[in-house]
């Protein structure tokens, strides 16, 4: 029983140790887009990438499809599932203001990426600069132009900031070119069709105008306008725009392939968003203003620049594919270590198992040899005749006072029969049960009632006892005593005294 206690409280240190070990992190992150197109495409796919790098990171990413009160929606669902941390990238500035406040006095650290809100309520900003953009481009629109000639401009979405800001800084960089002029500003939002549907209707009513170059604040704005002139049958107009993503239909083939004039590369940045938003969860020092860095691409650097970024998206096709493999291999690693501890635990059951059949059984066999002895063959005749209560334990271990002459008359009995007969080894317990004038069954059963023991077992204990004292009271060989006893064998009567006495019979005398 002791071990039995043993094992149970290792096995309870053993679960407390677990139970207080320290928690793997988890971070849930939402992202909530304004916007689903490539760009914001690459940049998920970027913050996924990231997520290879860092344990227990979760996304959540939302897209409003330009749309503010889906926004505003897909942010506050955000804030009910339990993120820790929010980025945003809101669609205009004013509209979505709100809903990030809310996140923040929430407690949730807000990350606004890229596109800005008319709030304080942000835990950091990360963004490329979207004035500058607009004012190198107005630069080298000018000097492409020469100093001269007719320019459309068509803005992205009029409440978002980048198409603010970049406005401005074109605005600002024309300013040195007096004959450039800006014969309109259209106003689009961002997507290709919009921009191919505006432009068109303005063409058709302007049909006059001359058109040397078009900028699209984005290369899908630039190229939505492109479809409509070419329809229209204006084909000698240049174009530029703004993102200048890597890959067979960016921004950068586009310039290469002369689709476009120029585009300016407005980095997406996913994976220092993510590490980032890490640092500050993690409660590490972070900027709270990131500036992410752009470039412009024209006709001298497209090749180059193509060469490069196309090297760069076989690398991360590469890791990839890297990430799935290794994937895997957790996967399996994982299976086999379920395997491995069910096998233990199995193993464990089964040692458990031995150790309480094993303990029930000695203890049992100890528990015999107690109650026969305490309770019997040790009750002197004094007792018996008195009628003193004898102590007993039943069978199922239970301790139990039987009282009174009937049951002391009947094991004084008892024992008296067993005592005249037991050096006849051929005594069997239908023999004991005559002489008691009982049957067998009945014979057995009130014996085990009131001693525990069976019949043959007691029998066996009166033949031990007995031979234990002549082996004290006489000088007659093992051998011999053993008959005297009743056994058939003196090997058996060894080793039955070892069990009972834990000492062979020889060693009794010496
Ligand atoms: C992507 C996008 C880009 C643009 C940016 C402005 O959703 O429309 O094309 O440069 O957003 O925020």
């Not at 677990?18 to 304004?34: E, L, N, T, W």
């Not at 599932?81 to 709100?98: E, F, K, Y």
């Not at 320019?151 to 409440?159: I, N, S």
Request: charged fraction near 25%; glycine fraction near 6%; charge should be neutral.
């Amino acid at each position: 029983m002791k071990y039995l206690f043993n094992y149970l409280f290792l096995y309870v240190c053993m679960m407390v140790c677990i139970g207080c070990a320290p928690k793997a992190r988890h971070y849930v992150i939402g992202v909530s887009q304004c916007s689903a197109d490539i760009w914001r495409e690459k940049q998920n796919a970027e913050l996924r990438m990231g997520t290879f790098f860092q344990d227990g990171v979760e996304l959540r990413f939302a897209a409003a499809y330009d749309s503010d009160e889906r926004q505003v929606e897909q942010i506050d669902s955000l804030m009910k599932s339990g993120i820790d941390l929010l980025i945003v990238a809101p669609n205009q500035v004013a509209t979505i203001s709100p809903a990030i406040d809310r996140a923040y006095d929430q407690g949730i650290p807000v990350i606004v990426f890229e596109r800005k809100t008319n709030s304080q309520k942000f835990t950091a900003f990360m963004s490329a600069d979207n004035y500058e953009m607009g004012r190198q481009m107005g630069d080298y629109i000018g000097n492409r132009l020469k100093g001269r000639g007719q320019v459309l401009e068509v803005m992205g979405l009029k409440g978002s900031s980048p198409a603010i800001e970049r406005h401005r800084g074109f605005r600002d960089a024309l300013r040195r070119f007096e004959n450039v002029k800006v014969v309109e500003t259209l106003t689009g939002d961002w997507t290709e069709h919009t921009a191919y549907n505006i432009v068109r209707k303005w063409k058709e009513s302007h049909a006059e105008e001359h058109v040397d170059l078009v900028f699209g604040m984005n290369d899908r704005s630039a190229i939505g306008a492109r479809c409509a002139m070419m329809e229209l049958g204006d084909s000698s107009v240049l174009y530029c725009g703004i993102d200048g993503l890597p890959g067979e239909n960016g921004g950068i083939s586009l310039v290469r392939d002369s689709i476009l004039e120029a585009s300016y590369i407005y980095p997406t940045y996913g994976d220092s968003l993510l590490q980032l938003a890490i640092d500050i969860l993690d409660g590490k020092p972070y900027k709270k203003e990131v500036k992410m860095m752009s470039a412009m691409v024209t006709h001298d650097n497209a090749r180059v620049l193509l060469m490069q970024t196309d090297e760069t998206l076989r690398q991360v096709a590469r890791l990839e594919q890297l990430h799935e493999k290794v994937d895997e291999y957790i996967q399996q690693l994982h299976t086999q270590r379920v395997i491995n501890w069910l096998t233990w635990g199995v193993v464990v059951l089964m040692l458990m198992v031995a150790v309480l059949l094993y303990l029930y059984r000695t203890g049992k066999m100890t528990l015999r040899r107690e109650r026969v002895v305490n309770n019997l063959w040790n009750l002197n005749a004094e007792d018996i005749k008195t009628g003193k209560e004898a102590d007993v334990k039943t069978a199922d271990g239970e301790q139990k006072t039987v009282e009174g002459a009937v049951t002391s008359v009947f094991i004084s009995r008892f024992k008296d029969v067993v005592e005249a007969r037991l050096d006849d080894c051929n005594l069997s317990v239908e023999d004991l049960a005559s002489d008691m004038n009982l049957s067998r069954v009945q014979l057995y059963r009130k014996v085990k009632a009131v001693t525990g023991a069976s019949p043959v077992e007691l029998l066996r204990t009166a033949r031990l006892n007995r031979g234990y004292k002549l082996l004290l009271t006489t000088d007659r060989s093992v051998s011999e005593i053993s008959y005297m006893v009743g056994f058939t064998a003196p090997s058996y009567f060894t080793k039955c005294f070892k069990e009972e006495y834990g000492v062979l019979p020889g060693d009794v005398r010496s």
